[in-house]
């Protein structure tokens, strides 16, 4: 056997052992989940107060392992101040107390915009009298 001949012929077992080894298909499915050394600490918070919209909400959570306190709020239509405090302590599940802030206000409704007809009707036909 030729040098050449060897040389072709190991580049071709060395392509037959990539193409054995490389997975016929990709793999499909969710990655294992992450194992986390340390149990999970944050704390957060946000505000949002807009005038011209009327928008006021905001929310609060600081967490520490398994142990969650947080609260949110939000102006509803209404004029009251809806907040939330909650607790999350391991099993025992979500806790909320929900309270509300000042008294609900329905004003009547009295629209602002009176439309006016933007064209001047013409005059109506009177016709002249005809003498034969």
């Known amino acids: 056997m030729s040098i050449s001949e060897c040389l072709f012929t190991a580049v071709v077992l060395a392509l037959v052992a990539v193409a054995v080894a490389a997975p016929s298909r990709p793999a499909y499915g969710y990655a294992p989940e992450p194992a986390y050394e340390e149990p999970a600490k944050y704390d957060f918070n946000y505000a949002v107060k807009d005038d011209y919209s009327g928008n ?3 929310h609060q959570e600081a967490r520490d392992g398994y142990d ?3 609260a949110y709020y939000v102006l509803l239509p209404d004029g009251r101040l809806q907040k939330v405090a909650y607790t999350v302590n391991g099993d025992s599940g979500y806790v909320a107390e929900v309270s509300y802030e000042g ?5 009547e409704y009295k629209p602002a915009y009176k439309p006016a007809p ?3 009707p013409e005059p109506s036909y009177k016709p002249t009298p005809a003498y034969g």
């Open 56 to 58: 006021d909400f905001g």
């Open 68 to 70: 969650t306190q947080g």
């Open 103 to 107: 008294e609900a206000q329905y004003p």
């Open 118 to 120: 933007s064209y001047k």
